[in-house]
């Protein structure tokens, strides 16, 4: 079994890999998006971002069919199995 030292030591490399993947992905959308708004559940397959605003003119950008005037995400959950 891994260590406490070297699991923490995982899960830091783990989510910063997935940190900076996303911040290539939806850095743009997203205000304010730091790597303390990621949770990551290295041995259970979790990802979770709390309290995400939409960066509006972003948003637009997409061309959607909607007009966003404020968004705000609570929580983003995904399971990896």
Do not use: C, H, Y
């Amino acid at each position: 079994p891994l260590s406490g030292a070297l699991r923490n030591a995982a899960a830091m490399s783990v989510k910063t890999v997935l940190f900076n993947a996303l911040q290539g992905v939806i850095g743009d959308l997203i205000v304010g998006f730091t790597a303390d708004k990621l949770k990551v559940g290295l041995w259970s397959g979790k990802i979770e971002l709390d309290n995400l605003e939409v960066n509006v003119e972003a948003a637009r950008k997409l061309g959607l069919p909607v007009r966003i005037i404020f968004g705000k995400v609570a929580r983003l959950s995904v399971s990896i199995p």
